[in-house]
């Protein structure tokens, strides 16, 4: 027992003991039973009689009902709490009415009982909703805070709990009042409940000539990228053939209802920047609600040999962005296209590479292997995911440039078009273009400074030195023999 509540219990019986010295010293104020005297004796002990049920209460809540409640992890409802103090007070008033003022107890029960059959009979209906909000305490399957949605669709959150009635807020701030016993007869979704994370779902129209694996790789990059959902894994579909394009239902995981609007303006501007930097054209954007189970372990195929072409995918990864356009057109026949399907392992940490590979759509995972020590001494090796990189970024670039290890693994998130890069490709353009090398190097280590989340170890250590760009530069040229 914590020591607030074993002080509390130790006062709490002591005044109950002076209580009772009090209520014999007070049954000698008036010795022959009758006149003022007598009436001011009654009084005085009818007092200490409610004062000793009150510090009783205390006393049961603080000494078995809450050590209870965080027992067993659940809150007893607050009407039973009221009902508790109502009995040990109707004892008390029994008590003073029969003990104190000699009045029959037969006759109390009686006028009680026809009294509580009249008062039933009046308020049948108060009853019926205090006996809802006492299942609904009791139960706990709603609380102050969640977000229910009615059964005319209405999305409200529960601002009170009260004994009769719900105290609801709708999105538009304005409060209604709903019966406990419509919460607990109609079919009411709780959106917080057991988890408070659910899908919600924008609906995606494109026109109809749009590649459909190439716009659903874009929408599910585009939704992965947004910042805040509860869960990286959307699920993008497409859902149907409409007059005026292809709907692609687009779902993802929010943290909880009260945020939603916010995390569907951040999703919804991350596909139409996405979109627009495809070339894709946008007929119309919606969103709902979806509060049914989704799968996310949908398989995904690709049924097109459409993707965003090579040079597109060259200049949004800026490799090349301080070479001019005759350099990049050209650069760009050179790159070889692969589609990987998600889940694929496209190079490990610890392998040898002669490539380096741009993104051109989809999202992978960046993994380490992090040896750890455990207790018994043995070492324990693990992978831990580092960086997502998407469309735009690249990777490898260490093994090709300078002859390095792969110092990550690189697994497809989702279904990826990646553009494959060659030494030959590089050793071609560094004999064709002198200033090629510094160029291409200056353009590495710029990225590697503005992108730290997405940086390797080395990149950490090579943007600390005092020459990054010659550094890199002169490394690998050496490797290749220039």
């Not at 004994?163 to 019966?179: A, E, F, H, K, V």
């Not at 690709?302 to 001019?324: I, P, Q, R, V, W």
């Not at 080395?458 to 290749?480: H, Q, R, V, Y």
């Amino acid at each position: 027992m914590e020591k607030k509540t074993l002080r509390l219990l130790v006062i709490g019986i002591l005044s109950i003991v002076l209580l009772c010295v009090l209520y014999g010293v007070s049954g000698k104020i008036s010795p022959d039973n009758k006149g003022d005297m007598y009436d001011y004796e009654c009084l005085a002990k009818s007092f200490i009689v409610v004062l000793m049920s009150i510090i009783f209460i205390r006393i049961l809540f603080a000494a078995i009902i809450n050590p209870a409640e965080i027992r067993h992890q659940k809150k007893i409802p607050g009407i039973l709490k009221y009902i508790i103090g109502a009995l040990v007070l109707s004892v008390a008033a029994v008590y003073i009415v029969t003990a104190i003022y000699s009045k029959s107890a037969m006759a109390i029960f009686t006028t009680l009982g026809a009294s509580g059959i009249g008062i039933a009979f009046i308020a049948q209906d108060t009853l019926k909703e205090l006996i809802a909000g006492i299942i609904i305490s009791y139960q706990d399957d709603f609380r102050v805070g969640d977000w229910i949605k009615l059964p005319d669709g209405t999305i409200a959150q529960i601002l009170k709990l009260k004994l009769t009635c719900i105290d609801l807020g709708l999105l538009n701030d304005t409060r209604i009042y709903i019966s406990n016993t419509k919460l607990t007869s109609n079919a009411i979704v709780n959106l917080s409940q057991p988890d408070p994370s659910h899908f919600n779902r924008i609906d995606v129209i494109l026109e109809h000539d749009v590649p459909v694996e190439q716009a659903r790789r874009i929408l599910y990059t585009a939704t992965a990228n947004t910042p805040g959902l509860a869960s990286k894994e959307p699920l993008v579909v497409a859902d149907a053939v409409l007059q005026n394009g292809i709907l692609f239902a687009v779902f993802f995981k929010i943290p909880s209802f009260d945020v939603g609007a916010e995390m569907k303006h951040r999703v919804i501007s991350s596909v139409v920047h996405h979109l627009h930097r495809h070339g894709l054209k946008v007929c119309e954007i919606s969103g709902q609600i979806n509060i049914n189970h989704i799968d996310t372990n949908a398989v995904r195929k690709f049924e097109d040999e459409k993707a965003t072409d090579a040079l597109t995918a060259l200049k949004y990864s800026g490799l090349l962005k301080n070479c001019d356009k005759e350099i990049q057109t050209n650069f760009a026949k050179g790159m070889e296209r692969l589609f990987v399907q998600a889940g694929e392992v496209i190079c490990r940490q610890g392998d040898i590479g002669d490539t380096m590979f741009i993104i051109a759509e989809g999202v992978v995972n960046v993994s380490l292997n992090v040896s750890t020590t455990e207790e018994n001494g043995k070492t324990k090796t693990s992978s831990r995911v580092i960086a997502i990189l998407s469309d735009g970024d690249y990777f490898g670039e260490m093994a090709l440039l300078r002859g390095e290890k792969r110092n990550a693994t690189i697994i497809a998130k989702s279904d990826v078009v990646l553009y494959q890069i060659r030494r030959e490709t590089i050793k071609k353009f560094m004999d064709s273009y002198a200033d090629f090398a510094e160029k291409l190097s200056t353009a590495i280590v710029e990225r590697s400074t503005e992108n730290e989340a997405k940086k390797t170890e080395f990149m950490k250590e090579l943007s600390k030195k005092e020459d990054p760009i010659s550094e890199f530069m002169n490394a690998f040229k050496s490797f290749l023999g220039r």
